[in-house]
């Protein structure tokens, strides 16, 4: 059991920007890969961006460029700094963290953009 607590989402327009947070519990040991996945409306969740403990990033195509992951390992922290928010960037927005072959989810955050 490994909780993780995501913050920051809230409504925008398009062209805005948001800065999401997810921090992991001071006692979790052991965290490979942090990332950020979505569900939009209607569909499945989907991959935006992992980053490793190295800083090696992934990114969907849909957000290169306008999306930017990071985390502080020391602190357990991941964040998703989105600027340039389009309507379709509307979603739940979920933290995901690795350990050993576990995955671990917090419970979303979401993010609205108006058009």
């Known amino acids: 059991q490994v909780p993780l607590v995501e913050s920051g989402g809230g409504l925008v327009q398009t062209g805005g920007s948001l800065r999401l947070s997810c921090a992991a519990s001071?006692?979790?040991?052991?965290?490979?890969?942090m990332g950020w996945y979505r569900q939009p409306p209607g569909k499945q969740r989907e991959l935006v961006a992992t980053i490793t403990t190295g800083g090696v990033t992934n990114y969907a195509d849909s957000v290169k460029g306008r999306f930017t992951i990071s985390r502080d390992n020391a602190k357990n922290t991941v964040s998703l700094q989105m600027s340039s928010l389009k309507p379709e960037d509307t979603a739940v927005y979920y933290c995901?963290?690795?350990?050993?072959?576990?995955?671990?989810w917090g419970q979303g955050t979401q993010v609205t953009v108006s058009s």
């Open positions: 001071r006692s979790v040991f052991g965290i490979s890969v």
């Open positions: 995901n963290a690795q350990v050993v072959i576990q995955f671990y």
